[in-house]
């Protein structure tokens, strides 16, 4: 769990960085928000796939590496 949250750190600050140096203060207020939907987005569609796949022990690995998508 700390390492998706420093994950997300990481992005966050990438997120500031990037759109921040793009677009000012602006992009910093819509890059986060976006860079959070688009971080989940991938989150549940890697989930999705091995689900489909029937990976059950890649997702078992992911869930301890990443979280789980439905649990907040």
Do not use: C
Not at 9 to 32: A, C, E, P, Q, S
Not at 33 to 53: Q, S, W
């Amino acid at each position: 769990m700390v390492r998706s949250y420093l994950r997300q750190r990481r992005g966050v600050l990438l997120t500031f960085l990037l759109f921040g140096g793009l677009w000012g203060f602006v992009g910093m207020i819509i890059g986060v928000p976006l860079f959070a939907v688009i971080y989940d987005v991938i989150k549940k569609l890697v989930f999705h796939g091995l689900n489909r796949n029937d990976e059950s022990g890649m997702v078992n690995l992911y869930h301890d590496a990443f979280g789980d998508p439905d649990n907040e």
